[in-house]
């Protein structure tokens, strides 16, 4: 099976601009999250698509929104950008997103803003 | 309150020596816990879970961890380290009552093998 993807792999853009990134579970699973990761504060929970359903969400501004598609496909947008929105941006997918569930990570989008 | 704790920010092993990683963890309920790897500009690996079951739960590329519950351990341990070992690794929790993106990462530890 194709492992989890995410396009694209490096983006640059400049403070209040807006980005969409795009990740494709693995075929079947149903459940996908978004994490953002720096190094000062680590891996942080965005949020969970579930069925086209946003299932949770983490403590991040309204900036930060995503949706699902039919076919498991997630998007994530952040609009205005800021500084501080530089990170490695995550996706995971689970086949059902249960507590049992290994989440099986994509190869990230680096995200610079200048 | 879940969390997770990797009180090591850095581990040098020299090759053919055994590893360890430490990782504790606080939940409430019982706990279902990860190790992950991540190399440079990539995303996280999954090398290993332990659910329920034998405490000593074996993963990818010849790591294992050790469950247990007294200690509320859950260290990654490998008998033979390899200079491909060198690599940031992630211990993970989440409750048994949590969907699977409830889950608590620690701070990462990593390790660094010299020939």
């Known amino acids: 099976k194709a492992g989890v993807t995410q396009t694209p792999r490096y983006l640059i853009k400049t403070r209040g601009q807006q980005v969409t990134l795009s990740c494709s579970p693995i075929?079947?699973?149903?459940?996908v999250s978004w994490y953002q990761q720096t190094p000062g504060q680590g891996l942080q929970f965005l949020f969970e698509?579930?069925?086209?359903?946003?299932?949770n969400k983490g403590n991040f501004p309204g900036r930060f929104s995503g949706r699902q598609f039919s076919n498991s496909r997630s998007e994530m947008n952040v609009s205005t950008l800021e500084l501080g929105d530089s990170a490695l941006y995550l996706c995971?997918?689970?086949?059902?997103?249960?507590?049992?569930?290994?989440?099986?990570f994509g190869p990230g989008t680096r995200l610079t803003v200048l | 309150a879940q969390s997770v704790a990797q009180p090591e920010d850095q581990v040098n092993v020299a090759e053919g020596n055994p590893l360890t990683v430490k990782c504790t963890y606080s939940?409430?309920?019982?706990?279902?816990l990860f190790w992950y790897v991540q190399y440079p500009n990539r995303g996280l690996q999954f090398l290993l879970k332990?659910?329920?079951?034998?405490?000593l739960v074996k993963g990818s590329y010849g790591f294992e961890a050790e469950f247990n519950k007294s200690q509320t351990s859950f260290h990654l341990k490998k008998p033979s380290a390899l200079v491909s070992d060198s690599a940031l690794y992630f211990c993970?929790?989440?409750?048994?009552?949590?969907?699977?993106?409830?889950?608590?990462f620690g701070s990462g530890t990593r390790l660094s093998i010299r020939p």
């Open positions: 993970a929790v989440r409750d048994e009552y949590s969907s699977a993106s409830k889950i608590i």
């Open positions: 332990y659910i329920t079951g034998d405490n």
């Open positions: 075929s079947g699973h149903r459940s």
């Open positions: 995971a997918s689970s086949f059902g997103g249960l507590s049992t569930d290994t989440q099986y």
């Open positions: 698509y579930f069925s086209e359903t946003q299932r």
């Open positions: 939940v409430s309920g019982n706990p279902y």
